[in-house]
């Protein structure tokens, strides 16, 4: 199609839009100005270069943009593919175009080292621009959008890595903006050139189940039509097929064919306010029964790009379920267009967003905190695609306000997010008023209250749980900062034990160490253990550029896996190797029914089969072990911190507070908790996991609880009194009696 006849399009639009603010000579005289600058030029498509920059203000238009977006739309290429100064798109269309164009213009001048650090680079200042100003965003998405409908000219290769990064960056960031118009589009096109079997194999089925499925929705429309004039409900009506990455995705989820998927066809409902959608909803519910589960209230509980709707699905014709989204039509425009159905434009064409809705794109403003926590442009890209683009979780401080995270994120994720300060403090968390512990993933709806006191600092295990980058880098942050010491010893005590220790001797006494440490640029040995210490780098990736040491029996490192949460709980284990005098060289384990701890008595009980269990010298489940199976040991003068678990129950008045008093004191005395479960809301029973190092400790965090208003007392539990995550069970006292005969049986 000519371009003359697609800038007549774009204006026509205009025209229909009725909008004061889009002056149709100021868009013909930015046509006019790009059509001369880019006289000559083709696309690999042999049509003349205008076309791609007339296209882009077309689909601007569409999105209803400003006048200043769209002026920009047309001289987008013109400082990157010509001789043009931005002195001259000021002068000729004012700073706010050229702002909004030197937002999309790539880097030209500058050196890299490699194509992908470059693009890094690109999506880097892209995502910045675009929190200072979003219609930088709107821009560059369309500019994306004609450039994946053309993107056939394409060599095949480049075809794969555009369609690639269009789904991984530029698909989410239209979801995250709301605008599903685009989104959609944009994962179909991306399917069609990294999978093209699967997504013609989807475009023929939907094309051959075509007939059928539209005589079952129209039956089904008329229905619900006849139902809805019935009770004088005026309505817009229509069924439409599911774009084919959302039927991909559903497929490849559930691991089903497309003949098992029930809903690949929709019927969208649209009516004139809010009250009538409820309305609506209980008619078609009367009408056709609804499937259990699968109804979702979108209108009171938006999504995070401000999307709006009821869901549910309901049983249609031939027994077959079908999908029906009910919405207005403002909640329309927002689900189709996102946060461009709400921007308001001044003359002078400046953009200003309503205030109601800065909150639900304060996500935005994030990218100026992932900048300053990234240590380059990929490692900010990869922390926004996990940050911001990656399936979230929606939860809430016991304010009200609502905090989005990535899918599997903690209470710490959610400490970090509101602020770093908050993060370093956290001591514990309640979720939904329950005492919950630090590495329980969030899901949707949580009432997320986090506890913190000033005493307290941030833990190297949480590394171990967190997902969110921010929080990652801030943890690293601060232990690089603040432990240096501890750090080196740390990590250097890590690494001798992961590639053992004649090994780590020699690999020290060659200087393999001091020169792995410069080749990964750090500037001393030391340097390097520190990093390994708070989390910059891992075993893992220092083994392998470690050099093999002469000696014969030097072990393959270089296929060392990488250090999981399970290798660093086994070396917790055996750091208590030498912590009871007499078992040195013994397998041994802490009786489970008393879980003895240091500083108290204790007594070794030889077992059948799992070596000596250690049990408290006042164990009930001593009375009737043989003499001759028991043997004398004790503690040694010092233990591993902070590795053995007290279990206690407090017994309290029940009142608002309590639990986070609890959790307060306990920080207090700088220790964490391992688990909880409370019951009986009218006489509260706590009963609390603490992890510590000996009975002296113990003895004062009961005593520190046992100060708390409305707490009557604290004792320590033995195992048949614990019941850790999961409520009390009434038990016959035939089961009870079994139960005891078994726990004899294994000692």
């Known amino acids: 199609m000519s371009y003359l006849v697609i800038f007549e399009e774009v204006k026509e639009l205009l025209k229909k839009q009725n909008r004061p603010d889009a002056d149709i000579a100021d868009i013909e005289r930015a046509f006019e100005f790009a059509r001369k600058l880019h006289q000559g030029q083709y696309r690999i498509s042999e049509e003349p270069y205008i076309v791609h920059p007339v296209e882009v203000a077309k689909i601007l238009v569409e999105l209803k943009a400003d006048k200043n977006s769209i002026i920009a739309a047309f001289l987008h290429d013109i400082l990157e593919d010509t001789d043009t100064k931005p002195e001259e798109i000021e002068q000729n269309f004012g700073y706010d175009v050229l702002k909004l164009v030197q937002g999309v213009t790539k880097l030209g001048k500058y050196q890299f080292k490699s194509k992908e650090e470059r693009q890094a680079e690109n999506f880097r200042r892209m995502f910045i621009a675009m929190a200072q100003d979003i219609r930088i965003i709107f821009l560059k998405l369309a500019d994306r959008l004609h450039n994946m409908r053309t993107l056939g000219y394409m060599a095949a290769n480049k075809q794969k890595r555009i369609a690639q990064e269009t789904l991984d960056i530029f698909a989410p960031l239209a979801n995250r903006l709301g605008i599903g118009k685009i989104k959609a589009e944009l994962e179909d096109l991306s399917l069609r050139y990294i999978n093209p079997e699967k997504y ?121 379920p079908v999908e029906i989204q009910i919405r207005t039509k403002e909640m329309h425009e927002v689900a189709e267009y996102g946060v461009a159905a709400h921007w308001r434009y001044k003359e002078s064409g400046s953009v200003k967003s309503d205030n109601k809705y800065d909150v639900q794109f304060s996500w935005m403003r994030k990218m100026m905190e992932i900048d300053k926590d990234s240590s380059n442009a990929k490692d900010f890209v990869e922390s926004v695609k996990l940050d911001l683009f990656s399936d979230q979780v929606f939860a809430f401080t016991p304010a009200g306000d609502v905090i989005d995270l990535p899918a599997n994120s903690t209470p710490v994720d959610f400490a970090y997010r509101i602020h770093t300060e908050v993060g370093h403090r956290t001591v514990g968390a309640l979720i939904n008023g329950r005492i919950a512990q630090l590495d329980t993933k969030l899901k949707n709806g949580d009432i997320v209250e986090i506890l913190t006191s000033k005493q307290f600092m941030p833990k190297i295990d949480w590394l171990n749980f967190v997902v969110t980058k921010s929080a990652i880098s801030k943890i690293r942050l601060w232990f690089k900062k603040y432990n240096r010491e501890e750090n080196i010893e740390i990590g250097r005590a890590n690494l001798e034990i992961y590639i053992t220790k004649p090994v780590f001797d020699e690999l020290l006494k060659s200087g393999e160490i001091e020169r792995t440490a410069h080749e990964m640029n750090y500037k001393t040995q030391d340097d390097l253990f520190a990093a390994i210490g708070y989390g910059e780098t891992t075993l893992h990736k220092v083994a392998n550029k470690i050099k093999k040491p002469s000696s014969a029996l030097q072990p393959e490192i270089t296929s060392i896996p990488e250090r999981t949460q399970q290798d660093s709980q086994k070396r917790k284990k055996d750091s208590k190797k030498y912590d009871i005098v007499g078992l040195e060289d013994m397998l041994w384990s802490l009786a489970k029914c008393c879980t003895p701890i240091p500083g108290e008595p204790i007594v070794g009980v030889i077992t059948r089969s799992k070596g000596v269990s250690v049990h408290r010298l006042d164990c009930k489940c001593l009375y009737d072990v043989e003499p001759e199976r028991m043997m004398d040991i004790k503690w040694a003068d010092t233990v591993s911190k902070g590795t053995y678990v007290a279990h206690i129950r407090i017994e309290t008045q029940d009142r608002p507070g309590l639990l986070k008093d609890v959790l307060l004191k306990i920080a207090d005395t700088n220790l964490s908790y391992a688990n909880s479960y409370s019951k009986n809301k009218k006489f509260g029973i706590i009963d609390l996991g603490i992890e510590l190092d000996n009975i002296e400790t113990l003895k004062k965090v009961i005593a520190n609880i046992q100060s708390i208003p409305d707490v009557y007392s604290v004792r320590r539990l033995q195992q048949k009194e614990q019941n850790f995550g999961q409520k009390p069970k009434k038990h016959s006292h035939k089961h009870k009696q079994n139960h005891q005969d078994k726990k004899h049986e294994s000692i």
């Open 200 to 320: 013609y194999e989807i475009a023929k089925l939907v094309a051959q189940t075509k007939n059928d499925r539209d005589a079952a929705i129209s039956l089904l429309i008329d229905n619900i039509r006849a139902s809805l004039d019935e009770n004088n409900i005026k309505a817009k009506i229509n069924g439409r097929a599911k774009h084919y990455y959302s039927i991909y995705k559903k497929m490849e989820r559930l691991n089903v064919s497309f003949d098992q998927l029930y809903d690949v066809s929709a019927i969208r409902v649209i009516v004139d306010d809010e009250k009538t959608c409820y309305e609506v909803l209980g008619i078609i519910h009367s009408k056709f029964k609804p499937i259990p589960g699968r109804f979702k209230d979108y209108i009171a509980m938006p999504k995070g790009n401000m999307y709006r709707s009821l869901h549910t699905s309901v049983i249609g014709s031939k027994n077959k």
